[in-house]
């Protein structure tokens, strides 16, 4: 069995955006302090700055282009809007930084709000010095396409990197604590309120809940617990 | 070789199918009537073989080609195509076939088949309560075959297998995911660690050289009131900590007068053990 030993194989972003190369140029960038390798991963909050991108290369007469891309927008299990443009940069001249190119597309930091992301930076070399148009929106576009597009060939680097939502990538079990945590704060409030009320208010609530079971099972038990609270409290007090 | 396999693997006890006149009832649908009890083994045989679509002959045959793990998915198309159709039948036959187990659960509605390959790490079938029979294979190279679904009777069984699919793709994806990095990793080990045994050469050669360019010029001068000494040593490069250690050596040999206090020099800190060739581990 012929194991694949190139990391952006392996992940899925040659195939997903970008046909196979090889890497000819030497591509770094650097966020917040940190190099990027491929596959390590970023907060939001590290990426929110454009990242210092080096290129390598041989001498300021060849240009670059760089494109990065969100390759899993929204969220991984649903890329209806692959791929999400997150910055463009054109006539980078080579051994130079992306600074010294033509911004096209301004970057804008990633905040993905479902799933874990694969941001990917992919970098090609111009056959001369040309007029890119900016694409008409972020969305849905196609790496392979603007290659072909503006004759750029396969890319000459890239790397990727794995971008996930501060307090972790959300799901059916945050649902569940944010759920949970909804009851026992509007549980406290409706104490103070008046033990009816609360009551009333957690019979309404469990209502709502209606089709996911085992959210429902979870705020059952929740609010089932605060019932009895109450009730007991209401006995309690009279 | 075949009929001894056969023969060997009917005399294993299936003490919990009593009522099975013959395994054979689940495997030859269309034979179901056709079988007697007191068929002899080579009738069997003869059977088997002249029915390439049935699952013993299939398996049969693959075990005398050695290839398992092609042959395995087309078992598993056949079962896919077959248990859809016969699965009604009371699932109590089990059967064995040298290292093929071919075994139906007694436990739903609908007959689970479980095929596990001896070789591999085989594959499984799974089985809703409400009869859906989804049959996923796994050869020895991994691959999964797609669900093979009947119409789920409810919301909830659907929404489950809905969801059992996307967490089976996001679990794959994070492996993928992980593995793309150890992969990066263990390739920046590599690179770093060539690196720096290629700086480390070079710094030491480097060295080298230095060693044999630099002309000291030792002055010794004394101060007898304060009853010390001093050393200036002038060097035509630049001057490195180690270069003073073996200068002060030097002076160990010399002939100290009497109103010199000795250098005492300190042994340099050795160097500390580094990792090279992390790969090969």
Redo the contacts between chains.
């Keep these: 069995?012929i194991r694949e030993?190139?990391?952006?194989v392996?992940?899925?972003v040659v195939g997903d955006v970008l046909d196979a190369f090889t890497s000819t140029v030497e591509l770094r960038v650097y966020s917040d302090g940190r190099m990027l390798?491929?596959?390590?991963n970023f907060r939001p909050s590290q990426v929110v700055a454009q990242p210092r991108v080096d290129i390598g290369g041989d001498d300021f007469r060849s240009l670059y282009t760089l494109v990065m891309v969100d390759a899993d927008a929204p969220s991984?299990?649903n890329p209806c809007l692959r791929e999400y443009l997150h910055w463009l940069v054109t006539d980078i001249p080579g051994s130079t930084g992306a600074d010294f190119g033509t911004e096209i597309v301004s970057y804008e930091s990633p905040q993905p709000s479902m799933?874990?992301h694969r941001l990917v930076l992919g970098l090609f070399r111009q056959p001369r010095r040309q007029m890119v148009n900016a694409p008409r929106g972020r969305q849905n576009f196609n790496t392979r396409e603007f290659s072909r597009l503006h004759n750029l060939g396969s890319p000459v680097a890239a790397v990727y990197y794995?971008c996930q939502r501060e307090g972790g990538t959300g799901g059916r079990r945050a649902f569940l604590r944010c759920g949970i945590s909804v009851v026992v704060v509007f549980g406290v409030l409706s104490l103070c309120l008046g033990l009816e009320e609360g009551k009333v208010y957690f019979r309404e609530l469990r209502r709502l809940c209606g089709e996911e079971?085992v959210l429902r099972v979870w705020l059952g038990i929740w609010v089932w617990a605060c019932e009895g609270l109450l009730c007991g409290i209401g006995a309690l007090s009279g | 070789m075949a009929s001894s396999k056969v023969m060997a693997s009917r005399s294993p006890p299936n003490p919990d199918h009593p009522s099975s006149p013959s395994p054979f009832n689940i495997l030859h649908p269309d034979q179901t009537r056709g079988f007697a009890a007191s068929m002899n083994i080579d009738d069997m045989l003869t059977n088997i073989y002249s029915h390439p679509d049935s699952f013993a002959g299939f398996m049969l045959r693959d075990e005398a080609a050695g290839e398992p793990a092609m042959t395995l998915e087309d078992f598993l198309a056949k079962a896919g195509a077959v248990t859809e159709e016969d699965v009604r039948l009371p699932p109590t036959g089990g059967f064995g076939v040298g290292t093929t187990m071919l075994s139906a659960a007694t436990a739903t509605r609908v007959p689970v088949v479980c095929v596990q390959n001896g070789v591999a790490s085989g594959g499984l079938g799974v089985d809703f309560a409400n009869g859906v029979v989804a049959v996923g294979g796994g050869c020895g190279r991994g691959k999964r075959r797609p669900a093979v679904e009947e119409v789920p009777l409810d919301k909830a069984t659907q929404q489950k297998q809905r969801r059992m699919i996307k967490n089976r793709e996001s679990a794959a994806r994070s492996r993928e995911r992980k593995q793309a990095y150890t992969l990066e990793l263990e390739s920046l080990v590599t690179h770093l660690e060539e690196e720096n045994t290629r700086l480390l050469e070079e710094e030491a050669e480097l060295n080298k050289k230095r060693y044999k360019q630099v002309k000291l010029q030792i002055r010794f001068t004394t101060d007898f009131q304060a009853n010390k000494w001093f050393i200036e040593k002038i060097a035509v490069s630049t001057v490195k900590p180690v270069v003073l250690g073996s200068v002060a050596h030097l002076y160990g040999y010399l002939d100290l007068m009497e109103n010199l206090i000795p250098v005492v020099e300190k042994r340099r800190p050795p160097r500390a053990l580094r990792k090279i060739h992390s790969m090969e581990w």
């Design positions: 069995m030993r190139n990391p952006l392996v992940s899925g390798c491929n596959g390590c991984p299990s799933g874990i794995n079971r």
